[in-house]
């Protein structure tokens, strides 16, 4: 279900670095290498089959940008930020975070 603008007020004040853009939530992750960038994107995009709920992955040398948003909702939803809080954590236990 699509959150309310309250709802996403609080759940984006728990995922640090998140920045609401629109009907999205953005983030940009940096990596100590291109290769590293990539271990990242890719873990991401097994979560988001798991899940099937898929963001869009940018990558740009040393740099993964991830938008979370939930389409046939028409916004945001709790899937986005559970998902955003997993990714974070994926990226907190690579030692190539930076």
């Keep these: 279900m699509k959150l309310t603008e309250s709802e996403i007020a609080q759940e984006l004040a728990k995922v640090a670095d998140w920045t609401l853009d629109q009907k999205s939530i953005v983030r940009r992750y940096r990596f100590e290498s291109f290769r590293n960038a990539m271990a990242f994107a890719n873990a991401v995009a ?10 869009f992955i940018a990558i740009d040398y040393k740099f993964v940008t991830l938008r979370l948003t ?29």
């Excluded at 097994?46 to 963001?55: L, Q, T």
């Excluded at 955003?84 to 930076?98: H, V």
Aim: no cysteine; aromatic share 10%; charged share 25%.
């Design 46 to 55: 097994d979560i988001a089959e798991v899940k099937n709920h898929h963001p």
């Design 70 to 98: 939930t389409w046939h909702q028409g916004g945001l939803t709790k899937a986005d930020f559970e998902e955003a809080t997993l990714f974070d954590e994926i990226y907190a236990s690579m030692s190539s975070g930076a």
